[in-house]
Nanobody, 128 residues
Framework: QVQLVESGGGLVQAGDSLRLSCTAS????????MGWFRQAPGKEREFVAG????????YYADSVKGRFTISRDNAKNSLYLRMNSLKPDDTAVYYC?????????????????????WGQGTQVTVSS
């Protein structure tokens, strides 16, 4: 069974940067599409970014495009999310997710149903 563990969250000020990490155990995920989602208090979970198995295709939510960068290191079985110019609206629990598929159709990256494995989340709080 795959286990995903996120880390790197914390309390920062607006304009600061953070890098989230997600490490997988139980099996290699080098052949799997992966993504980041987030859930703010009182809101539904939403897509943040997605990446194909080799990193050649990346997708972002409009709200984070130009500020966040998703990347992966398949040798380390890890996924990352670099977040720059953080805003209070970015405050949420961030979740790492992995699909059973190597790549997804473009719009599928943003749908929770495309992902089969989920981490427990890491809290990111951005103060104004």
């Amino acid at each position: 069974q795959v286990q995903l563990v996120e880390s790197g969250g914390g309390l920062v000020q607006a304009g600061d940067s953070l890098r989230l990490s997600c490490t997988a155990s139980g099996r290699t995920l080098r052949w799997n599409a992966m993504g980041w989602f987030r859930q703010a208090p009182g809101k539904e979970r939403e897509f943040v970014a997605g990446v194909s198995w080799g990193g050649g295709s990346v997708y972002y939510a409009d709200s984070v495009k130009g500020r966040f960068t998703i990347s992966r290191d398949n040798a380390k079985n890890s996924l990352y999310l670099r977040m720059n110019s953080l805003k209070p609206d970015d405050t949420a629990v961030y979740y790492c997710a992995a699909s059973k598929d190597a790549s997804l159709s473009g719009t599928s990256y943003s749908t929770e149903e495309a992902y089969n494995f989920w981490g427990q989340g890491t809290q990111v709080t951005v103060s104004s």
